[in-house]
T-cell receptor
Framework: AQKITQTQPGMFVQEKEAVTLDCTYD???????LFWYKQPSSGEMIFLIY??????QNATEGRYSLNFQKARKSANLVISASQLGDSAMYFC????????????FGAGTRLFVKA | ETGVTQSPTHLIKTRGQQVTLRCSSQ?????VSWYQQALGQGPQFIFQ???????GRGNFPPRFSGLQFPNYSSELNVNALELDDSALYLC?????????????FGEGSRLTVL
């Protein structure tokens, strides 16, 4: 079955520290894309970072980096130097296009940044 | 701001009614996908349209249907509403149908079914 698992319902981090949000995925596809989105309380989904299944280098976007371990099927998000504005829900997602296009989201992790 | 707009932002319906939600995609994007997000859960993929054709569908019954227009805007129609259809409905636009395309989301339409 194709699925995304986020095992941390909630995480706390001190402002200015780094935090890792876990994501594991299950797919038999060779080609897929992995994404992380942030959803503040306003509800809009904000793109953070992308990793392709064939990419050998871990993706980075400013304070966000993706720790991609293909053999373990994990795609953890690392946020460095946390800010109060990082408090939000974070979703890991997988895009696949085998037998029809599908996007699969995990259940999310709520991140609380403490001052 | 992504340039993806959804309407209406909030609406209330009763069980058995029908609803139409609308989405205008970001300029230049030819692909639209729809998601249902129940409270406290991750978004669930409903379907995707590429150049006016449905090219992917999640595990939703046929009473969830859609359209994409020549200008790439889209509609989600839900017939015979059930209480469990209460959710935030998100629309996202993207370019093409590859697995590399970033999704640009609208702010959603919150549907309450009484």
């Amino acid at each position: 079955a194709q699925k995304i698992t986020q095992t941390q319902p909630g995480m706390f981090v001190q402002e200015k520290e780094a935090v890792t949000l876990d994501c594991t995925y299950d797919t038999s596809d060779q080609s897929y894309g992995l994404f992380w989105y942030k959803q503040p309380s306003s509800g809009e989904m904000i793109f953070l970072i992308y990793q392709g299944s064939y990419d050998e280098q871990n993706a980075t976007e400013g304070r966000y980096s993706l720790n991609f371990q293909k053999a373990r099927k994990s795609a953890n998000l690392v946020i460095s130097a946390s800010q109060l504005g990082d408090s939000a829900m974070y979703f890991c997602a997988m895009l696949r296009n085998t037998g029809g296009f599908k996007t699969i989201f995990g259940a999310g992790t709520r991140l609380f940044v403490k001052a | 701001e992504t340039g993806v707009t959804q309407s209406p932002t909030h609406l209330i319906k009763t069980r058995g009614q029908q609803v139409t939600l609308r989405c205008s995609s970001q300029s230049g994007h030819n692909t639209v996908s729809w998601y249902q997000q129940a409270l406290g859960q991750g978004p669930q993929f409903i379907f995707q349209y590429y150049r006016e054709e449905e090219n992917g569908r999640g595990n939703f019954p046929p009473r969830f249907s859609g359209l994409q227009f020549p200008n790439y805007s889209s509609e989600l129609n839900v017939n015979a509403l059930e209480l469990d259809d209460s959710a935030l409905y998100l629309c996202a636009s993207s370019l093409g149908t590859g697995v590399t395309g970033e999704l640009f989301f609208g702010e959603g339409s919150r549907l309450t079914v009484l």
